[in-house]
């Protein structure tokens, strides 16, 4: 089984870390894969300042990915998830805060699994098995 570490680096009332590791869990055991990952959950200006430092993309996003399997012993990979950029996207997106932030656990969790998004067949396949693995843990997404 693969070890999950979630921590918060910023102040979130609404979510526990069981409730993210389950759906990374889920995901991983779903897609037939063992990592160790860590997972954490920030404000934008610290994932706008990761995004500019190691993507140079001078902006907030919602969740990066770092696969670290090359780098020697430790963690198989990091995935830090904004948790300001969830709540504004659940807001505009009809959904709960929680929905939104496992979404983007899943989604990073699928792209170190090698899913990708950028042409339009990928991204479809990529959120059709969101969308199915978050379902099946009992959450709902509208993208």
Request: proline share 2%; charged share 30%.
């Amino acid at each position: 089984m693969s070890m999950i570490d979630v921590s918060f680096e910023t102040d979130v009332s609404d979510v526990t870390p069981e409730e993210v590791e389950r759906a990374v869990q889920m995901t991983l055991s779903a897609e037939g894969v063992d990592l160790d990952l860590s997972i954490v959950l920030v404000d934008d200006e610290a994932i706008h300042h990761m995004n500019r430092q190691f993507l140079e993309h001078d902006y907030a996003t919602d969740v990066i990915c770092f696969d670290l399997r090359d780098d020697g012993p430790g963690v198989d990979a990091e995935i830090v998830v904004s948790v300001d950029t969830a709540r504004r996207e659940a807001e505009l997106r009809n959904m709960t805060f929680i929905s939104e932030v496992l979404l983007y656990c899943v989604h990073g969790t699928l792209h170190l699994l090698g899913y990708d998004d950028h042409d339009p067949e990928d991204k479809l396949r990529m959120h059709a098995r969101q969308r199915a693995l978050l379902a099946e843990i009992g959450y709902e997404t509208t993208e």
